[in-house]
């Protein structure tokens, strides 16, 4: 059970860069028709549609999207976007019943991610090879940095609208980001036309949430509209004495002081309670000698327990149709209370070595993008400039504390009830930095059919750790208790693309990207700084969408190289080391199309991510196979004569990953973790072709894992986790 159930109602919250406030019109009362007499024909009333198309920040009708802000900061047609992007709807969220991150990014192409035992505690992503959660650097939330800590907690899909994966280096826009690219987790927002939804789920291991969605205007003139959002779930885990607990609410509010202004205020407050799943040997997984549902804790020491809020605003106001201001606020705070005990190794009589580790910590982040945007033509060149200027201010600040604990006596037959002591040997820190950055960007469209797209940045960043070590360990480690450090560098992108008649549109591009890492990584287990990256990539891809089908068919293929990469550290899983070079390339397709009664996407990549320099030279990067295929489909039944009923199915394909490192004569590990092959199902039905009565009402089975295929993921020799099992779940919804 979650500690506390508090409900913080605030008007605030996360908000888009550059977002625009969803609009729909209003629905107004039907016409009645004339009375006639009998015989005579019947008059029906006039009935006018209207619209604006697709926003960027709204919902998408299906599972193809053809606008986005991710990729350029305004409204953009993906398919005059020269680079790699990929959205995935609140719809194709719902079908597949995505519960983290990590689930609802499973059919898009380039990204691999750890176990789910880990995404419960941190949204967790490799793009094209490279870690977007290091550092927090590369998880956004409505075009603004989010999370200061990697662990502060998952993000809550029921709480999205959408969410954008924009491959490929991109300081450009956002300053701080790992070369793999960005995901832009995108707020659900208030509309104009009212509705209303409430859901009941239940499912494997105890599972049980409900969540709602109510928005609409509030004033007769529907100048100020809202939005709440909520979710709260009790749930067991495959893993024994684990629970997957959370509460989550969003209350968000538009303002329309007049017809050029916009102010949409976002919140939300979330709290998530269960236990950390501690990474254990390969060897061990890979030869089943421990159990998957294996609780190696204490149940009364291991816990993990946050709280987190975000408060906010974004404002527009339209100066004329050329010209537009942007704004954007958010202050985000999280705190973690973080407990476990940790594999130390497995003895001969099954009794299992365990060590202790406890951690609490407090972050804070404080973001704000400034930025206008205008348009202008000169001759037969249409440009859309925009300039702006972003800050970032981060403070994260942790206590780790170790300590001793007897062993589990027996992994098949465990007794918990070993003491845990605690001992006062601090090796936490304090991190705490600012980056400012200011951007330029000109997207030309020449004759409607040449895109050319310059853009450049130049960041400042500063960075400030203090070691909470005592002073004779820093004394060993020759590093001193405070450091800082100041970074600064230009980054650009160009970008081609060339539109055709009959919806190819091939484009090439260039981009770059500047990680000071120092800022949000803090410090080695060491206790020293980490250097910045910088990172270059070169993209040739090509779309197709022939105009007015609601199909879109993308490739890319790709070369990246970053220097100064941070990785996992093998000896201690919660720190980072920095390596040298590392160079990622490869193919990605993917497949997007909405016809009718089928909602279809279909992903491959293809990946080369290795190290090029030091002690792990030519191997692979961890968690990156060679290749990845993933495809989903669902169907309405109704064309065959079963109405109300739809079916869908989802496989996705991972051939094995290497695990780098060296044994102890300095040679390269000979070990790959196993590829795998996971089913998931589903079936919905609208009891509305029943009863009108009954209109809204659905009910969905999803099966997750269908053949419980067992498996494992790893990070390294010794960061393994087992995958989840099979597990089923049945929602019960209604719509109004």
């Known amino acids: 059970m979650l500690l506390t159930t508090t409900i913080l109602v605030a008007a605030g919250g996360s908000v888009g860069t550059s977002a625009q406030a969803q609009t729909q019109t209003q629905a107004q009362p039907p016409a009645q028709p004339q009375q006639t007499q009998p015989g005579s024909s019947i008059v029906l009333p006039q009935i006018v549609v209207t619209g604006q198309g697709e926003s960027p920040t709204g919902p998408v ?3 193809v999207a053809n606008t986005s802000l991710s990729a350029t900061k305004t409204n953009t047609p993906l398919i005059e976007t020269p680079q ?86 991109s300081s450009i826009l956002y300053g701080q980001v790992t070369p793999g690219g960005v995901v832009n987790a995108v707020s659900k927002r208030p509309t104009d036309t009212p509705f209303h939804e409430l859901n009941a789920e239940y499912g494997t291991y105890g599972r049980t949430q409900f969540s709602g969605d109510t928005s609409g205007p509030i004033d007769p003139d529907g100048k100020l509209t809202y939005r709440l959002t909520g979710l709260w779930r009790d749930s067991g885990n495959w893993v024994d004495h684990v629970p997957d607990d959370k509460l989550y609410i969003a209350p968000a509010f538009t303002l329309r002081p007049s017809d050029a202004t916009t102010i949409t205020f976002l919140s939300d407050y979330q709290e998530i309670y ?28 291991d816990k993990y327990y946050s709280q987190s809020y975000t408060l906010g605003y974004q404002l527009e106001h339209k100066f004329n149709d050329s010209l537009t201001l942007r704004n954007s606020l958010r202050y985000y705070h999280a705190e973690v209370d973080w407990n476990y005990l940790s594999y130390g190794g497995l003895k001969p009589d099954n009794s299992l070595k365990r060590g202790v580790i406890n951690r609490d910590e407090l972050s804070n982040g404080f973001t704000t993008d400034t930025s206008l945007e205008a348009k202008v033509e000169t001759g037969p060149v249409q440009h859309t400039l925009l300039a702006g200027v972003d800050t970032y201010g981060v403070g994260y600040d942790t206590n780790r504390l170790g300590g001793t604990v007897a062993d589990l006596n027996d992994i098949y037959h465990p007794v918990y009830n070993a003491k845990v002591s605690v001992n006062s040997n601090n090796t936490g820190f304090n991190n705490s930095g600012s980056q400012i950055g200011v951007y330029f960007q000109d997207q030309m469209k020449i004759y409607d059919k040449l895109v050319l797209l310059l853009g450049g940045r130049y960041d400042w960043a500063d960075a400030y750790n203090t070691s909470y070590r005592n002073q004779a360990v820093l004394d060993a480690l020759n590093v001193p208790r405070k450091q800082s450090r100041s970074d600064s560098a230009f980054t650009g992108r160009v970008g081609l693309l060339y539109l055709f008649d009959d919806g190819l549109a091939p484009y090439f591009s260039f981009s770059q990207s500047f990680d000071p890492t120092a800022l949000n990584a803090g410090i080695s287990k060491d206790g020293k700084q980490f250097e910045p990256s910088k990172a270059n990539q070169y993209e040739v891809g090509l779309r197709y969408q022939p105009p007015g089908e609601n199909f ?30 590392v160079r990622s390339q490869g193919i990605e397709l993917e497949a997007r199309a909405s016809l009718g009664a089928l909602n279809l996407v279909a992903a491959y990549s293809y990946t080369d991510a290795r190290t090029l320099e030091g002690q792990l030279k030519d191997q692979r990067l961890a968690l990156v196979p060679y290749h990845n295929i993933a495809v989903w489909a669902d169907y309405k039944l109704d064309g065959l004569g079963i109405k109300g009923l739809t079916v869908g199915a989802g496989l996705q394909y991972l051939s094995s990953a290497n695990i780098p490192g060296v ?29 009108e009565r009954l209109t809204g009402t659905t009910l969905q089975l999803n099966a997750k894992n269908l053949f419980d295929k067992d498996y494992i993921t790893c990070v390294d020799i010794s960061g393994c986790r087992y995958g989840e099992p099979f597990t089923l779940s049945a929602t019960l919804g209604y719509k109004w």
Do not use: C
């Not at 809550?156 to 994966?165: A, D, K, Q, S």
């Not at 269960?274 to 030869?287: G, S, V």
């Not at 970053?562 to 899983?573: A, F, G, I, N």
């Open 552 to 581: 879109l068919i993308s490739g890319a293929i790709f070369r990246i190289d970053q220097d100064h990469v941070l990785m996992t550290d093998p000896e201690d899983t919660t720190y980072s080391i920095q390596t040298g070079k």
């Open 274 to 301: 269960t236990r950390f799943a501690p990474p254990m040997p390969f060897t061990e997984l890979r030869e089943g000698k421990i159990p998957r549902d294996l609780f190696i804790g204490q149940k009364g020491y």
């Open 84 to 169: 790699s992007i990929s959205v995935v709807p609140q719809d194709q969220i719902t079908a597949t019943n995505a519960e983290t991150l990590s689930q609802a990014l499973t059919y898009t192409p380039g990204i691999t991610f750890q176990s789910g035992a880990y995404s419960r505690i941190n949204d967790d992503f490799m793009i094209r090879g490279f870690n977007v959660a290091t550092g927090a650097s590369g998880m956004l939330r409505d075009g603004l940095k989010l999370q200061s800590n990697v662990y502060d907690g998952n993000q809550e899909p029921y709480g999205l609208e959408r969410i954008e994966v924009l491959r490929g280096p």
């Open 663 to 691: 044994d102890a004569d300095e040679r390269p590990l000979k070990e790959d973790v196993p590829g795998r092959v996971l089913v998931d199902a589903m079936v919905s039905y609208d009891f509305g072709v029943l009863d």
């Open 61 to 63: 009708q299906g599972f």
